[in-house]
């Protein structure tokens, strides 16, 4: 439900063609590929011209990466948001282990589609932009890094968690970097605000490997 929904909406109400604001220049260089206006939004750039390669009308293609990624984003919320409400049904066993009612699941689902079928995010999934493929990437590594917090409470760093957050990240400032700017709080936070980095700076590491990954 948290794809087959917004994906069928998303697909229906794409633009068959160009749209205002960025979209122009997006398809352009997408086509090429080129260059799109500064900072150039290398990984969006590479997936539209993946995109452009599919049968069909390149505009209407390149469109519909945002929706595809609009979808993968309201997916990502679904989870992330039931992860939070299972984690606290649950916080002694960090995930949230507890059996969940049925109706309870709706709660995640009703805010993620709420998320999803609001602007900007449904009015960006309809043409060329480059947000969604940003704001998929930094939900993506916020919930990776509650998997590494959540889990493995007062060990190690589990490393390769780390790698994948900052990767994650890191692509999604590759796509736009001012609105990824933004993720980094709530990755201090939860880095700050895991078990055992209770005290003292133990959290400074992570955080900082995290970083070192994503500008990498």
Not at 173 to 197: V, W
């Amino acid at each position: 439900a948290s794809v087959l929904l917004p994906g069928a909406v998303f697909y229906l109400s794409t633009a068959p063609n160009v749209c205002l604001v960025d979209a122009g220049a997006l398809t352009l260089a997408a086509a090429g590929p080129g260059v799109a206006h500064p900072a150039g939004f290398p990984l969006w750039t590479m997936l539209g011209w993946v995109s452009t390669q599919f049968p069909g009308s390149e505009i209407r293609n390149t469109n519909l990466l945002s929706a595809v990624c609009a979808t993968l984003l309201c997916h990502l919320l679904w989870r992330l948001s039931r992860r939070w409400m299972l984690r606290s049904l649950s916080p002694a066993s960090g995930t949230g282990s507890a059996a969940v009612p049925p109706l309870l699941e709706l709660g995640p689902l009703c805010g993620a589609m709420l998320a999803g079928l609001g602007f900007p995010v449904w009015g960006f999934a309809t043409f060329a932009e480059v947000y969604h493929v940003t704001s998929s990437g930094l939900v993506a590594a916020i919930l990776v890094t509650c998997h590494w917090r959540d889990n493995n409470p007062g060990g190690m760093a589990d490393d390769s968690l780390i790698a994948a957050g900052g990767l994650l990240f890191g692509m999604g400032a590759c796509a736009h970097h001012i609105t990824a700017a933004l993720a980094l709080p709530a990755l201090i936070f939860l880095a700050a605000t895991r078990p055992s980095a209770a005290t003292g700076m133990a959290w400074a590491g992570p955080a900082l490997r995290h970083v070192g990954i994503a500008a990498a």
